[in-house]
């Protein structure tokens, strides 16, 4: 009996996977005329952030694969959080200026629209000029800042309060602004108390003077027609309000 001869030759179908040697290989390729040298590089994720092509890192690869993806967004720039820190806080200078005319100048005569006091309130300036007030008291005593401020915020509710009983349509926030303002011609004459101070008579008349002033500009803002024969009822503790004022940058 004849030994075994060694088994038939594998011949791969095109289905099947050729094994060649590195050498067969580069022979067959300068037949060819093929360059089979060269290595296999890794392929570059990129990432598309606003048209840029930027690589990504192995830990936001990481990050993406676990689903946490959503804490590499970056969110676009929203114009509103660019606004200048004044438009921000809704202050307006100019409108602040005007307002502060308005109430130094309360003749109907000088053509201010006198009005937009009331239409259109604000709170920073009225705050602005009670805290101007407040400064100029402190030559009197330090005590009264803190009380200046708590009697312009209840000052001005009751006078809310008392105008919406006599039927006016007037808004807290319009009270609380006309009420600060008008303080203006207080800070107006006490630097002139300081140079008169030593004549009594003179003293008076410029107090009461400063008085019928800011008592007649933040009356002719609030007391409207619809109160008709109520006026005085309105007016007199608007009066009284800035008396108190008065007193307490004076030291009375």
């Known amino acids: 009996?004849?030994?075994p001869g060694p088994p038939p030759a594998y011949s791969p179908t095109n289905g099947d996977f050729t094994?060649?040697?590195?050498?067969d290989a580069e022979e067959k390729g300068c037949l060819a005329g093929l360059d089979l040298s060269g290595s296999i590089a890794s392929p570059d994720v990129k990432l598309n952030l606003g048209g840029d092509f930027i690589k990504e890192s192995t830990a936001t690869t990481f990050l993406r694969?676990?689903?946490?993806?959503?804490?590499?967004?970056?969110?676009?720039?929203?114009?509103?959080?660019?606004?200048?820190?004044?438009?921000?806080?809704?202050?307006d200078l100019k409108d602040i200026y005007y307002k502060i005319r308005c109430v130094l100048m309360p003749m109907p005569s000088l053509g201010f629209n006198r009005q937009v006091v009331r239409d259109n309130p604000d709170f920073w300036g009225p705050l602005a000029v009670v805290l101007f007030f407040s400064m100029i008291s402190l030559y009197g005593q330090?005590?009264?800042?803190?009380?200046?401020?708590?009697?312009?915020i209840f000052g001005s509710l009751t006078i809310f309060l008392l105008a919406r009983v006599l039927g006016g349509e007037v808004a807290y926030g319009q009270v609380l602004?006309?009420?600060?303002?008008?303080?203006?011609?207080?800070?107006?004459i006490a630097p002139i108390l300081l140079v008169v101070g030593s004549f009594e008579v003179v003293s008076t008349l410029i107090k009461l003077f400063?008085?019928?002033?800011?008592?007649?500009?933040?009356?002719?803002l609030l007391v409207g027609e619809e109160f008709k024969t109520k006026k005085p009822l309105l007016i007199y503790p608007i009066f009284l309000l800035y008396i108190y004022f008065l007193s307490l940058y004076t030291g009375v």
């Open 1 to 3: 009996m004849q030994p």
């Open 19 to 23: 094994f060649v040697s590195s050498a």
């Open 65 to 91: 694969q676990r689903g946490y993806g959503w804490l590499l967004e970056v969110e676009d720039d929203d114009p509103e959080d660019n606004k200048p820190l004044l438009e921000e806080l809704d202050i």
């Open 142 to 152: 330090f005590r009264v800042v803190s009380w200046i401020i708590t009697i312009w």
């Open 177 to 188: 602004g006309v009420i600060g303002y008008s303080l203006l011609p207080l800070i107006v």
């Open 210 to 220: 400063g008085v019928f002033w800011a008592a007649y500009s933040a009356a002719s």
